[in-house]
């Protein structure tokens, strides 16, 4: 199992060694990533992500941008707002021109967790790429995704379920009606007939 913050810890020190600052950041991703009502997007959400960056890092064209987007992509999370991926992209500039990470590559950063918010198809690598680590869950086994499953419903605990039914039936829709649910070949062709077998299961069983 990866460490996050032994992570955060050699990503950081590339580009500071102001070690209060560093320490300072990484206890507010901590507190941010651990609230009670994260059930999924947690850190172990971020683990996933990291592994998976590590994994395929020799087709990354820059792997610490990419880490940066895993890092803060979801560290404003409110399931009542539409705003989650413009306010963590906001904070994530923010807090990476305080690092010393380069203005164009932190403004690149800010872009890919922009992407996150719909997941469309990307002309850059590694936002592709990124977009693929974020929902690689979808094409994990049946168990691993029905877990994820429980735990997006336990996010989302304060709708009824006629509702929470209504809402997710419409996203698990838009996921099959893609004509590809990952972007880069490489997970298309490990995760993409699990995660399309998963996501029509779940959408059955609503």
């Known amino acids: 199992m990866i460490n996050l913050k032994t992570i955060w810890n050699k990503l950081t020190s590339r580009y500071t060694d102001n070690i209060d600052l560093v320490d300072k950041l990484w206890n507010e991703i901590e507190k941010q990533y651990s609230k009670g009502k994260r059930h999924y997007h947690n850190l ?3 683990e996933y992500m990291m592994e998976k960056a590590i994994k395929h890092k020799d087709s990354l064209n820059d792997l610490d941008t990419v880490m940066f ?12 707002r539409h705003d989650n991926e413009k306010k963590s992209a906001d904070l994530a500039h923010d807090r990476l021109v305080k690092l010393g990470f380069p203005a164009d590559k932190a403004v690149k950063c800010q872009g890919q967790i922009m992407a996150t918010k719909e997941h469309k198809e990307s002309e850059d690598n590694d936002t592709s790429y990124l977009l693929d680590f974020d929902l690689a869950i979808l094409g994990d086994t049946p168990e691993c995704y029905r877990n994820y499953a429980e735990m ?10 006629f509702l929470y039914k209504k809402g997710r039936q419409k996203v698990l829709q838009h996921i099959l009606s893609q004509k ?27």
């Not at 419903?153 to 304060?158: C, G, N, Q, T, V």
């Not at 590809?180 to 609503?206: C, M, P, W």
């Open 69 to 80: 987007a895993i890092f803060y992509h979801d560290i404003v999370y409110d399931t009542t």
């Open 44 to 46: 172990e959400h971020l």
């Open 152 to 161: 997006i419903r336990a996010e989302y605990s304060i709708y009824p379920n």
């Open 180 to 206: 590809r649910i990952f972007k880069t070949q490489a997970f298309y062709d490990n995760y993409e007939h699990q995660a399309r077998a998963n996501v029509r299961s779940e959408l059955e069983g609503l």
